[in-house]
């Protein structure tokens, strides 16, 4: 049973280019978180999908970044025009039910902007 | 005044020791309460799950919830090298009907032989 899967597992970009951060749930999971990890950090909520639809986004910033979780395929975090503030780890995690309690991470995408 | 509060450590015990680990927040209306480990350069996994106040059990590991103090702690039994981590306090409201986790900072474990 394949757990959750991102990719890539690093990311380098320039300033201004675009980040593309992708995420396989658990098998029969529909429900999708995504935290950024700062560097000494904890985990911070950025946004929660439910296949083909967006939740909850009030931790995503309201500009350069957006979330999609289409019928088919992983989920994806897109950041434009990217700044060195973005750097950071980005994990998803899987859930198999709205309100289930359990979280299962994935890897995570760490992202370096320079 | 951050929402859940965490000594980031870092924490340094011998192999066999107790540990305790512990976390304080502000939002009374958490009711779900969780402990992650997280190694170097992975991603964070479940360690303990506790709804509302109480104590539960799991083998090495005790997670203690405190609603009244708005206090959570985990505590680590006989600890060994491989428990060495960062080990996060998470809780959440149920806000919505969906679990949105409050992280705490994390606090870096380690213990040597």
């Known amino acids: 049973n394949a757990g959750v899967m991102q990719n890539p597992r690093h990311l380098v970009r320039r300033r201004g280019q675009e980040a593309r951060l992708r995420c396989s749930p658990m098998k029969g999971h529909s429900h999708v978180y995504w935290y950024r990890q700062l560097p000494e950090e904890g985990l911070k909520f950025m946004v929660y999908?439910?296949?083909?639809?967006?939740?909850?986004e009030s931790g995503m910033p309201k500009e350069r970044f957006s979330a999609e979780f289409p019928k088919e395929g992983p989920s994806i975090l897109r950041i434009q025009q990217v700044v060195r503030g973005d750097s950071a780890a980005y994990f998803c995690?899987?859930?198999?039910?709205?309100?289930?309690?359990?979280?299962?991470f994935g890897p995570g995408t760490r992202l370096t902007v320079t | 005044q951050k929402e859940v509060e965490q000594d980031p450590g870092p924490l340094s015990v011998p192999e066999g020791a107790i540990v305790s680990l512990n976390c304080t927040y502000s939002?009374?209306?958490?009711?779900?309460f969780m402990w992650y480990r997280q190694y170097s350069r992975k991603g964070p996994e479940l360690l303990m799950y506790?709804?509302?106040?109480g104590n539960k059990e799991d083998g090495r590991f005790t997670a203690q919830v405190d609603k009244s103090s708005k206090y959570i702690s985990l505590f680590i039994r006989d600890s060994q090298p491989s428990d060495s981590a960062t080990y996060l306090c998470?809780?959440?409201?149920?806000?919505?009907?969906?679990?949105?986790?409050?992280f705490g900072a994390g606090t870096r474990l380690a213990v040597h032989p």
């Open positions: 506790t709804y509302s106040s």
């Open positions: 999908l439910q296949k083909e639809n967006i939740i909850d």
């Open positions: 995690a899987s859930s198999p039910a709205r309100g289930a309690y359990e979280q299962y």
């Open positions: 939002n009374s209306a958490f009711q779900y």
């Open positions: 998470a809780m959440s409201s149920i806000s919505g009907g969906y679990n949105k986790l409050i």
